[in-house]
């Protein structure tokens, strides 16, 4: 079943990334002022709303976690915020090659990238708090606890630091700004892409999750062949 | 009421161990002496240039010498099993949230005031003349940065990698909170008056104050009965 | 009687394996309960979670009513585990005043300096403990377990780590503990010491309970008894 669902979703964003490749590159024009370059906005927004997509559903899942104390929760919000952070690297290594082009240099300490930077930094924690933690129930509750902070401590860092300064591009999507900034053509294909990248990250996030779940049953079996190890006789011999 | 009670009852404890120890103090007094010491070869004292560093430099002394505080904080229950006996007492778990981050605000406002006497006689600064920004800002700020601590103190007690896993856990997490304490001591650095700007700050560091005792309060059982 | 510690069919994972299986066990009032097992058995996990220490996944657990977190049962209970649980920089009395506080204790300085005297610490009262000897700390920590005579005591391996002289003092605060009242669940290694003072024992593997009841003569006369009837290995 849960391999089914990944080679078709797999199957389903490739193919469609494969044909939003097609339409990026051969069909839809240059743009007006940027040049050949604007094309790397397909990729760069895309990642950024699956991060984010995929740090509140990490989010969500620690606190149903939580509240259910079942560990399937834990897999699948270990694994969105794996593949959250991921897409973070991407949508920041892409902004940064697109700023280059276009600002001239790699880096502006804009709010917009400070967040991500930060997101990176606060996800990075959380993924490396899972490798110092081996039990995994502590591992759940602990990395759970993190993941409340942080994704909240987010929300706070992405206003304070839009008060403190701001040099990126402002919205240009119609959902913001009502329309007229970005042509109709140009903003679908930003939805279809998100939706071929959302899709292949659904794909990632199944196969983590079984990844976990099996990590899971080996530190299990693990336990239970230390149960048995140490004899009777270790138990009566004390007196 | 209960929880405030016990909170203080073990913020006292560990203020009179840290009395007889001095372990925390001394090493972030001196610590951040040394890097005071430090900055005086970067930033030009008695500048124009040293009050707006000024700031920043002060918040990010205090919040490094924090972490050498915090690291001490749970880890000081580990001995003897204390963090159990702790934990097997009627004390809830929010309570010893509570009251860590109670006795971290004391040991990081003593090393706050060490700092800022050493900054005024190497930097020519008087930092000293809007004495109620300076305590509102300060107390708000130090608040905020000793509940984290206290609470990722916590979270972090049982690991391997403690004394690495707590910075790197909890520096992304203050970052609105310094960059408000560090915006608004420009101002009282530099003997103005808050305007709009600062107050905006001021909120920030209320609110995150709010956000994050809460959550820590609510969290505590989660982080520490395991 | 009442029960004074109740769980029903209580699950406890580490990940996906259970470190408590389905256990079901009531302690009645007064008994004096001896948790047998292997290494790994559960023992310990299960006093954890009876001391509020550990978080479990299904089923109940009651203490006087309560669930384990609970203020009143907390306040009823007296844990030592395997640390002494005192603090090396402070005194022997200062450890006890403040213990006494967060146990709600009457009168904490009074209680302090009885128990002090009680295990004859009195000598060195403003002595840090970091100066005590091995048996004068394991004294202390007895001081501090019985320090506001608990209703309900849980002992994890107390003759393990104890010297002759603490153990004798163990001893006699545990028949008076006895005499007062007080329910006693203890987990041990040494079946002799544990099956001497128990009423009623009860057998742990791999989380399962195995057997439960009162304790018998046969018991005492031969201690690898129970294993060999009640666990699957046997007594290898």
Same mark, same amino acid.
Do not use: A, F, P, R
């Given at each position: 079943m849960r391999k089914k669902s990944i080679y078709l979703l797999a199957g389903a964003g490739g193919l469609l990334l494969i044909y939003n490749l097609y339409r990026i590159f051969l069909v839809l024009p240059d743009e007006a002022m940027q040049g050949a370059i604007y094309r790397i906005i397909f990729f760069h927004v895309p990642s950024a709303f699956t991060a984010m997509s995929a740090y509140f559903a990490g989010l969500v899942l620690a606190m149903l976690y939580l509240s259910s104390g079942d560990l399937k929760y834990d897999s699948l919000a270990a694994s969105v915020n794996e593949v959250g952070w991921a897409f973070s690297i991407v949508n920041v290594t892409t902004g940064m090659i697109w700023a280059r082009i276009i600002w001239g240099i790699w880096w502006a300490w804009d709010f917009r990238l400070t967040s991500v930077l930060v997101g990176i930094i606060v996800y990075g924690g959380y993924l490396m708090l899972r490798k110092a933690i081996d039990e995994p129930t502590q591992r759940a509750r602990l990395s759970a606890a993190l993941s409340i902070f942080g994704s909240i401590d987010m929300v706070i860092v992405w206003k304070s630091i839009e008060w403190f300064r701001t040099q990126h591009p402002g919205p240009v999507l119609s959902i913001r700004t009502g329309g007229g900034n970005i042509d109709p053509a140009m903003e679908h294909m930003i939805y279809w892409n998100w939706l071929a990248i959302g899709l292949i990250a659904m794909a990632i996030v199944l196969i983590r999750t079984g990844q976990e779940a099996m990590s899971r049953e080996i530190d299990s079996l693990r336990r239970l062949a230390n149960a048995y190890e140490s004899p009777i006789s270790e138990a009566v011999t004390h007196e | 009421m209960r929880t405030i009670r016990q909170s203080f009852l073990l913020a006292g404890k560990d203020l009179a161990l840290e009395l007889r120890t001095k372990e925390s103090l001394n090493a972030a007094a001196a610590f951040s002496v040394v890097i005071l010491l430090l900055f005086s070869f970067v930033i030009d004292p008695g500048t124009e240039e040293a009050k707006e560093f000024g700031s920043g430099m002060l918040w990010l002394v205090f919040a490094f010498a924090g972490a050498l505080v915090f690291n001490r904080g749970f880890s000081r229950e580990l001995p003897n099993e204390c963090l159990d006996t702790l934990l097997a007492s009627p004390l809830s778990a929010a309570s010893l949230v509570l009251g860590k981050a109670i006795a971290n605000l004391a040991m990081l406002i003593v090393v706050e005031i060490i700092s800022l006497v050493v900054f005024g006689l190497f930097f020519d600064i008087r930092w000293w003349l809007r004495p109620a920004e300076l305590a509102g800002v300060s107390f708000l700020a130090t608040w905020g940065i000793s509940v984290i601590g206290s609470v990722f103190g916590a979270l972090t007690v049982n690991l391997r990698l403690r004394e690495l896993m707590l910075p790197v856990l909890i520096y992304p997490l203050l970052l609105p909170l310094l960059m408000g304490a560090i915006e608004t001591s420009i101002k009282i650095l530099a003997n103005q008056p808050f305007t709009d700007y600062e107050w905006l700050w001021m909120r920030v560091l209320v609110v995150f104050d709010v956000i994050f005792t809460s959550l820590a309060l609510a969290l505590a059982d989660t982080i520490l009965v395991n | 009687m009442a029960a004074a510690i109740e769980l029903n069919r209580v699950w406890k994972f580490y990940g996906d394996y259970p470190a408590l299986n389905d256990l079901t066990l009531a302690i009645e009032e007064r008994q004096c309960c001896a948790l047998l097992g292997r290494n790994g058995a559960g023992k310990t996990t299960l006093l954890r979670v009876l001391a509020g220490l550990s978080p479990y996944q299904k089923g109940v657990v009651s203490l006087f009513g309560e669930k384990p977190r609970g203020p009143n049962a907390r306040q009823r209970t007296g844990f030592l585990g395997h $640390?002494?649980?005192?603090?090396?920089?402070? $005194?022997a009395l200062e450890n006890l005043k403040f213990f006494a506080r967060t146990l709600d204790v009457d009168k904490p300085s009074a209680a302090a300096s009885k128990w002090l005297d009680r295990v004859g610490l009195t000598r060195v009262a403003q002595m840090p403990v970091r100066q005590f000897s091995r048996g004068m700390r394991q004294r202390l920590a007895l001081a501090r377990t019985f320090l506001h005579t608990p209703d309900l005591l849980l002992l994890d391996e107390p003759f393990t780590s104890l010297d002759d002289r603490a153990i004798a003092m163990l001893s006699d605060l545990l028949i008076e503990a006895r005499l007062r009242g007080a329910t006693i669940v203890l987990s041990t290694h040494q079946l002799r010491e544990a099956l001497a003072i128990a009423s009623h024992v009860a057998l742990v593997e791999n989380g399962k309970l195995r057997f439960t009841g009162q304790r018998t003569q046969e018991m005492l006369e031969d201690p690898a008894l129970l294993y060999r009837l009640y666990t699957k290995l046997g007594a290898d």
């Open positions: - | - | $640390g002494i649980g005192v603090y090396e920089d402070l $005194g």
